[in-house]
């Protein structure tokens, strides 16, 4: 069995005798085993144990446990002490996806403080069954149906060649004990149920359902190699870049007539992170409307225009006085200057323009347009909705929204700006001094 998992690592490339590795040990019979045979195997290995102390008594029984194996082995422990209630509560989140946040970001930093290569864990065949079910049963797509990663990033799991028997008989053999997390053993949650109640109802219909499970999610994973290839010739070909302004677009012509567009949006939007829920709404909203924005944690989507337009959201700007002439700085990288001038040239660029000085008056106001703003476009004599201003010039959705506006003491615009000077504050053959305004913008 020894070879068995030298041979899995060495063809996964997992692990390297020249460098330290951290084993993640509960003191369960998957840890403790993984425990042993790495040592065996020769390699460099501390060990890290977490208790969360939410099993009472048993919980720090775990915890001498691992001391007293630790101890035996000669392999040195790091030991931590964690409430997840506190981080549940705070981030909203289950008791055991605290656990699993904190045990990992500790093991995480654990790795970087020792200079460790890599977090080794004891998940086994078995571990890829039940999760292959979990996510079947979830209704995943062929990524979630691939079972569980020889790696990731630098957490490694080296026995995932073994079964959960292998392992007791590991254990039996070298007469090593191990600790039982009651917890484990009570069909609470997901995981339990399938463990307990699916998996050996699959055994007696058939006895080789573990093996077969793992071969199919190993012929998956062949698969995928293949899926995600075609994913990213369509995802280079279709997805245009504006990185200058953190946006993406697809066609909705050219993405129609992809054999699988729903398809596509998941594999282009999953990673921006909009979930499937989300992807499918995009989908049916795709032909026939358009306007409603889509948000992920850090992104807005809009169908606009026959496009998907995804943009990086940007913090809206909040309302800034300008009290007098000066340099003033809207962003950390949008800037605008307001001074005054006799020489009365009309400026001709879309980041600065020129008005008359006598007719505006201070303090001014920098914002985001709102709803209803209506001001006189230069060029015409009466008002427009500056909505219908920025639809005429089929300025996108998302960008109406953060379009910033140049307002009076009275509430008047005298600019939208980049884009046109109210008609009633120009420069005349009259005007004697100019107020100029220039837009600076580092990106």
Not at 9 to 37: K, T
Not at 409 to 423: C, E, M, S, Y
Request: net charge negative; hydrophobic share 40%.
């Amino acid at each position: 069995m020894l070879n068995k998992v030298s041979k899995f690592i060495d063809e996964n490339e997992l692990l390297s005798h020249e460098e330290l590795h951290v084993v993640a040990l509960s003191g369960g019979s998957d840890s403790v085993a993984l425990l042993h045979i790495l040592k065996q195997l020769g390699y460099r290995v501390e060990a890290a144990h977490c208790n969360f102390h939410l099993r009472g008594l048993e919980s720090d029984k775990d915890e001498i446990f691992v001391r007293n194996l630790c101890d035996s082995l000669d392999i040195k422990l790091h030991l931590v002490h964690f409430k997840p209630e506190d981080y549940a509560s705070i981030h909203k989140v289950s008791i055991e996806m605290a656990a699993r946040d904190l045990r990992y970001s500790y093991f995480r930093q654990l790795c970087k403080d020792i200079g460790a290569a890599s977090i080794c864990v004891g998940h086994h065949r078995d571990d890829v069954v039940e999760t292959f079910l979990m996510n079947l049963l979830r209704g995943s797509g062929i990524h979630g149906l691939t079972g569980i990663r020889a790696q990731n990033g630098i957490v490694v799991r080296p026995l995932l060649c073994l079964s959960r028997q292998d392992i007791l008989k590991y254990l039996d053999s070298i007469g090593q004990d191990y600790v039982t997390d009651s917890s484990n053993l009570v069909d609470d949650v997901l995981r339990n149920k399938i463990r307990l109640n699916v998996v050996p109802l699959l055994k007696d219909i058939n006895p080789s359902v573990v093996e077969n499970i793992d071969k199919t999610a190993e012929y998956l994973k062949e698969a995928e190699k293949i899926f995600n290839k075609e994913v990213s010739c369509e995802l280079a070909r279709y997805v245009k870049h504006d990185r200058a302004n953190g946006r993406q677009f697809v066609s909705v012509l050219e993405l129609m007539q992809l054999p699988s567009p729903e398809t596509f949006l998941y594999e282009w939007l999953s990673p921006l992170g909009y979930n499937r829920t989300q992807i499918e709404q995009i989908f049916h909203h795709l032909i026939g409307e358009s306007g409603r924005v889509f948000e992920s944690a850090s992104f807005d989507l809009v169908i606009d225009r026959a496009c998907v337009i995804v943009e990086l959201r940007r913090s809206l700007i909040k309302p800034l006085k300008i009290p007098e002439v000066g340099f003033y700085n809207i962003t950390d990288n949008l800037s605008m200057r307001f001074e005054y001038s006799n020489d009365v040239i009309i400026s001709k660029s879309d980041h600065c323009v020129t008005l008359d000085k006598d007719i505006v008056e201070f303090p001014l106001i920098v914002r985001i347009v709102e709803n209803g703003d209506i001001f006189c476009p230069l060029g015409m004599e009466g008002h427009k909705l500056v909505s219908d201003f920025l639809t005429d010039l089929k300025v996108p959705l998302l960008e109406k929204r953060r379009q910033l506006v140049v307002t009076d003491a009275k509430g008047n615009i005298l600019w939208v700006v980049g884009r046109r000077v109210d008609n009633r504050y120009k420069v005349c053959k009259h005007t004697s001094s100019i107020l100029r305004i220039t837009l600076y913008n580092t990106l």
